[in-house]
Every structure is written in structure tokens, then in C-alpha cells.
Nanobody, 122 residues
Framework: QVQLVESGGGLVQPGGSLRLSCVAS????????MGWYRQAPGKQRELVAS???????NIADSVKGRFTISGNIAGNMVFLQMNRLKPEDTAVYYC????????????????WGQGTQVTVSS
């Protein structure tokens, strides 16, 4: 079983900052990639940023230069530092973990957190 717990969302003014945290509780499961997705009302869920156990990162063009992902995949945690926030960053942010169980290393599974609301408004 894998459980993801997010924290750090809230209301912030345009230009402000927030830091999201995600900690995973796992049993007999090895996480290979952790990331953050977001979903705004009426829109599809989209990748914001991800980081792999090897240190590789993906960051959406819309947040490059403003958001930074960091984490300790071996320690099952990932963070998202969000600076210079804009109203269009308003969304529910979800933590995601992709990996495999020790008993079936050739099959990947992904898990989601419950989501944390980020609202950017004056």
C-alpha cells in the first residue's frame, strides 16, 4: 500500500510564494518517480514537475523559472517551491508517486494524494 499526504497549500497574493510538501508511506514498494500535478476548474489535470530516483527532472514550461521541485525519493518525499505565483496557478495540486512492488518489479503502479488547494488572488 502507498499513501501520499500533501501539505502547504493555501491562499496567497499574486507574486507570493508557497511550498508544497508530500510524504509517502509505503510498504514493500519502491518509488521511482514523484511529481506534482494540478487541476484547475474545467481543465484537465496537468503535470507541473517531477523528479526521478536518478535525479532527472521534468518541469512544465508554464512554471519554469518560478517553481522548483526537490526531494529525496529514497526517503519518499518531494517538495514544490512555488515563487512569483500568478492567478493562473490557482488549482488543486496533487502529489503522485510511480513505482513498483518488490514482488512484481516489472509492473508499475501510480498513486495519488488527496490534493491541496492553491489559490492565487488579491
Amino acid at each position: 500500500q502507498v499513501q501520499l499526504v500533501e501539505s502547504g497549500g493555501g491562499l496567497v497574493q499574486p507574486g507570493g510564494s508557497l511550498r508544497l510538501s508530500c510524504v509517502a508511506s509505503v510498504r514493500a514498494f519502491e518509488i521511482n518517480v514523484m511529481g506534482w500535478y494540478r487541476q484547475a476548474p474545467g481543465k484537465q489535470r496537468e503535470l507541473v514537475a517531477s523528479i526521478s530516483s536518478g535525479g532527472g527532472m521534468n518541469i512544465a514550461d508554464s512554471v519554469k523559472g518560478r517553481f522548483t521541485i526537490s526531494g529525496n525519493i529514497a526517503g519518499n518525499m518531494v517538495f514544490l517551491q512555488m515563487n512569483r505565483l500568478k492567478p493562473e496557478d490557482t488549482a488543486v495540486y496533487y502529489c503522485n508517486a510511480l513505482g513498483s512492488y518488490y514482488a512484481s518489479p516489472s509492473h508499475d503502479y501510480d498513486y495519488w494524494g488527496q490534493g491541496t488547494q492553491v489559490t492565487v488572488s488579491s
